[in-house]
């Protein structure tokens, strides 16, 4: 036995990679009467009903997407579930498997991978979810993470982005920028810990918005209330670049344009005040933040009443004519066009 | 215009993440009449018949899985697809759709993209399937790529790892080796290359070994056969990491043990050439060389006669009882206990 008080980290290479798959898998609940086969053979196999299969898959990848400074490796397997299960309820289908493949460098521990693997479980556990597959490999350098979600819906319940029209009320299922403005604080108490090591992060204050960015959420109930009140929007997406991007998506696919009340945009109070903090503009934050993973839908007017009683829900805007142009009702009462300025990796690095 | 010579190449960051996936799928054709929703909204939408989904997935991660000084980008987007497409057949399966996400430091041009694009439809096209999804982003180092195969067959089709029994022959579609000893040459003419960047590669005498390493097939024609032919295997598995280890799934699954006849290992004569080349016993590369994505399979000894006219099919052995081992009969008349020696990425770094 050791006698330091550390833990023992068990280093990968002891372990080989089929080692390592099975100690990650070797107790998986499986859940979904669909799952046939889940990890073991060669392929996983699901069972369909009379309904379509809904696939989506996001790959993230350390220094990219993800800073393993200020992220904990179990919110991190638990976000990039969330993150694709997130596309497959934008589709108002029902996830029930997902694949995980991670790529690591020979310095992460057994102990790390498990940790992660504790965020897949509790996100599979959460949305009710099998890990049916995936791959466990090494790279030079950093972690990349790529998840396949899988889900089932009738093919005639499934909203596409393209189904919008003029007059179509334009919903969001909760509060925007939150989570952009989580990342900004982790960035800036990450500056402040690499200047003044000696210093602890000030992060009480910030719970909420750290919480947003770290271990967001996926919106299973929104889609439920869909199912069980008859109600089947006509364009529906997942706000992962920010509102302004998937409000152009929508109109972009739909042909038409749009007009957004900034004043009914939800904000959290916190998203106000961390926003004003940072001298920036909340609604600058709800619009061009990413990683909300609220849904933003239309539905058609005549559905109005149906979606009244919503637990959470927010109308802010309609759809226009395309001619139109996408608009934006500043609350000093102007009219300025929508730019989408979302993320774009790309353009980040150059 | 420009007065060089040299092509231009088109820095990604001009286009963006939508402008690049946008570029690089404008022109996806579709052929299967499952692919409802391909490329384009949150997910994909893929219609069922009465049969079960398949899935299965890989990622490669460049310096780990593929050298890009001498692997074309065409021929990596073609073989990301095709292997994943062997894990598909490995289950008796066809492959329908794929998904592709690769994430890619900004050193690349749009130019090398398109290349790695026209080896994935090469692929698709080949083996009819569908590029219905996806991910590209950016990544600080390397390029990483994962892929998503999903097939389709009727449920008592399907063909499991686990379902071999004492008596059944085990047999492989093609030949094995060619694949592990065409890297090993790939390798020492980089090395060469590197030392003396005048000298001009050999590669003439060694076509057949490339090939088999750059641009692998799946064998899609041993499913049709057993299709049209009436037979089920009992067990099956992709040759991935090379034969021994395949076996050792095959038997460890299927609680049973097995006795491989060396000298009925099929070994394509410039493998044999070349392993001694490279002072190396040719058997040696067929047993723990990787990547040849033949067929293992077994079948009932009653149904032999059944695949007697089967185009590309060898005998290399029976199924035994578990207690008696994995053994391997060599060509000088010794029996030895064959243990597995494959890849083992996590291994090989340490």
Redesign the interface.
Known sequence: MSNNTYPTFT???Q???FG?IETLTKDNPIVQSST??AI?????????DD?????????L?????FDLMYTPLKHLGYKAVVVNLS??Y??N?EPK?I?V???IS?KYSLEAMKEFYEGIYTACKMYQVDL????T??????M?I?V????QAK?DH?V???GAKKGDIICVTGDLGASYLGLQILEREKQVYLAHPGVQPQLEQSQYLIERQLKPEAQRGAIAYFQKNNIKPTS???ISDGLASEVMHLCK?SSTGAFIEEAKVPIHPDTERTAIEFKMDPITCALHGGEDYELLFTIDERDLDKIRFMPEVFIIGEMTDQADGIKLHTSGGNIYDLSAQGW????A??
Chains 1, 2 share one sequence.
Do not use: C, W
């Open positions: 280093d990968l290479s372990l080989g990679e390592l046939v086969k073991g053979d060669d392929a996983a196999i699901i069972k369909n309904e379509v299969t809904v696939v989506s898959t996001d790959m990848v350390e220094g990219i997407h596309d497959i934008a589709m289908a498997q694949t493949s991670v790529a020979s049916v597959g995936g791959d490999t090494s790279s030079p350098k950093g990349i790529s396949t979600a899988i889900g093919q499934i596409y982005r393209n529906m997406i997942d696919q774009n990796h790309f353009k690095e150059s």
